[in-house]
């Protein structure tokens, strides 16, 4: 640590402490269980997946055409998961250009999905879209944050076995409704709602 000063009494400061003590409410009616994926956009697409696949070793699981999503986009994954990490085309702008599109949280359940729904309308957030995606299938609720970053709340995100085989585009049931997205399952997907 030679030649930085680490200001320690900032650590202990009331501003510091008040930040410390916030804390979610008892009783939320769902629980986020992980950061799942998030979508940046990026300038050279060929460039961006070269770099997180050759030296990240992300897999390239579905891929958008410039027809489907301006710009473009690949789906990309570390896992089973089928993406952890999307990537859409054409940021424009110098380095202080925000490149982040959105940020995803999974949930275990589809009941926790539309309780999170209707959490979000009791707290007046304005949701943007609500249903299941193309890509993915995962069935979700999508919002913003009070400096109007995109969000998304989801379940069911489709798995990727070591085969690499992921869902056709033909079975990917895009809903724009949570309703429409239970009553109008992707094949293979159970959307009983088990107790909610």
Not at 48 to 62: A, M, N, P, Q, T
Not at 70 to 77: A, D, E, P, T, Y
Request: net charge negative; with cysteine; proline share 6%.
């Amino acid at each position: 640590m030679a030649g930085r000063i680490v200001d320690l009494q900032g650590l202990k400061s009331p501003a510091v402490e008040e930040l410390r003590q916030i804390a979610p409410p008892a009783g939320l009616p769902f629980s986020l269980a992980k950061l799942g994926h998030v979508v940046i956009k990026v300038r050279d697409m060929k460039r961006s997946v070269e770099f997180y696949s050759g030296v990240l070793g992300l897999r390239v699981s579905d891929v958008y055409p410039e027809t489907m999503m301006k710009g473009g986009m690949v789906f990309l994954r570390c896992n089973t998961d089928h993406h952890c990490l999307a990537l859409i085309g054409g940021l424009q702008g110098g380095p202080a250009e925000r490149g982040m599109h959105h940020f995803a949280f999974e949930v275990a359940t589809l009941g926790e999905v539309l309780r999170a729904r209707e959490h979000l309308r009791r707290a007046g957030v304005k949701i943007d879209f609500e249903g299941r995606r193309r890509a993915g299938c995962q069935i979700a609720v999508e919002f913003r944050d009070p400096d109007d970053h995109h969000l998304e709340i989801y379940c069911f995100l489709d798995q990727v076995g070591s085969d690499g085989h992921v869902r056709p585009p033909e079975e990917w049931r895009e809903e724009t409704t949570l309703e429409d997205a239970i009553a109008h399952p992707a094949p293979g997907q159970d959307t009983t709602l088990h107790g909610r």
